[in-house]
């Protein structure tokens, strides 16, 4: 019998594997579990060399593993202008940060910026053309809403982008104006492309910084992989600096890539399906978008939103174009993730895979719909019908949900219907959609659990799971969804050596007490990339 590198005793250790849900030792060789079991278990795998790390009790889980975030972007926001609620609960604050940033700033250089929710500010109005031109006059600025649905620009971002008065909507986006006619600064899903056509994009090394960065604050999070929900396919250097931040090691989230048309069509053109790579970085599902968000207005509805400027949102695509885009990925053998968010997009999602299961029907497909969000029963009951998959964002709830609440009342109660997804035994994964909030995995476990809002409103106790399900959803649901259920998502024997010790055992915590728990130690592989 082989001897441990290391051994992880004294713990309260929640494996997500049902033939051995608890134990107290792990024993690891390599970058694999060598053993789960007894302290006494694990004794006789203990020599001379190995290093034995004491739990003292704490409890310890597989690594988060975040369904649906975004790593790389997050990262590249990270370095940018910070404007969330919890640093500008006014307008007034909003537009000094600017100025700050633009007295630091070239005349000319671009001003980025991400994180803005206008109901969570003081007046609840969204950051206007005006606003931001007087803040930055001499700078282009773009502003990204937290739902990353909605950008707020400036007047010389708007004339860098040639857009005008006068400049036509886009098909599924919106130049958003006034009573009189004019552009506001706010640009809507597609829309939002005129300006970030001309902004500068990063140079590789921005990309593998970003990576880094991206990376060291996920494993402080305790998670160890990620779905990267969307490439950035009009980032030259994205896939190169991707593999190279993976061979270099500064990429240590083990990182499963939805492919977005663009980089899908060069990946077919070398005969790939996805799934390719290695269990650091690999390419997985194609993606598809429908519609935009519930908090921006432009999620695809089938009933009128409460404010009626927003109407019933946007769709991205009619029923033809999305059918025949899901069939050619689905025929070729790819597994298909679509962005689903208003009812009306997921209707015609769910449409679409049934034409192409129907036409060719294909086992294991594991094809899913990212968010999931307005989740009605008889969504719910196709979706089971055909296994689809959901990665679902419970955190949304706690972050945003005073805006979902403001925009569709009680509706938000049929919001990522965890409980009755897992009654119809639909497998879920959970995720945060970083930088959309914050990635910290405990806001996801709150909201699933809990269901209220960061102001402490309810969001519907009836789709309400308990806290394994919860714990299920950031770990094993995860790993299945990318086809890696035999690599990670439990502490099991052969599977790779990533946990998250957490300060406090989330099945007994209070809510509060969620909300506040903190990752003491993550290892990825069996190397501790965090510790306190």
Known sequence: MPQAEKAFVNGNVMTMNPSQPAAEAVATLGDKILAVGSRSDIETLIGAKTKIIDLSGKTMIPGFNDGHGHLLQFGLDSLNLEVTPEICDSMSKLKKLVAARAAKTRPGEWIQGWGWDESRMEGGLAPS??????????????????????????????????????TPDPAGGKIVRDIAGRATGILQDTAQTLVKSVVPPPSKEALKDAIKLASEILNKNGVTSITDAGMLTEVEGEIPAWCEAARDGLLTVRTTALMLPGIAE????????????????????????????????????????????????LIYMEQEEISAKIKEAHDAGYQVAVHGIGDKAIDM??????????????????HRIEHFSMSYPHLLDR??????????????????????????????????????????????????????????????????????????????????????????AYTASGAYQTFDEKKKGSIEPCKYADFAVLSVDPTKAEPQEVLEMETLMTVLGGEVVHSV
């Open 383 to 472: 979706a089971k019908a055909m296994n689809i998959t959901a990665s679902m964002n419970p955190g949304f709830l706690y972050f945003l949900g005073i805006s979902q609440i403001a925009n569709i009342g009680d509706e938000v109660f049929h919001e990522f219907s965890m409980k009755s997804a897992l009654d119809r035994d639909i497998l879920i994964s959970a995720g945060s959609d970083a930088p959309v909030i914050n990635p910290h995995p405990r806001y996801g476990l709150f909201s699933a659990v809990w269901r209220k809002t960061i102001s402490g409103l309810s969001c519907g106790e009836a789709e309400r799971i308990s806290m394994h399900e919860a714990l299920r």
């Open 266 to 313: 060069q990946v077919r053109a070398l005969g790939l399906t996805g799934n390719f790579g290695n269990d650091l970085f690999k390419f997985g599902s194609v993606k598809f978008f429908m519609d935009g968000s519930v908090g921006g207005g432009t999620a695809g509805m089938t009933k009128p939103y409460l404010n009626p400027a927003f109407g019933v949102g």
């Open 349 to 366: 999602i769910l449409t679409a895979f049934e034409e192409a299961l129907k036409a060719n029907p294909r086992k294991d497909h594991r």
């Open 129 to 166: 053309v005006d606003d931001l031109t007087e803040a930055a006059p001499h700078n282009p600025v773009i502003l990204i809403r937290t739902c990353y649905h909605v950008i707020a620009v400036n007047k010389m971002a708007l004339d860098l982008a040639g857009v005008t008065d006068q």
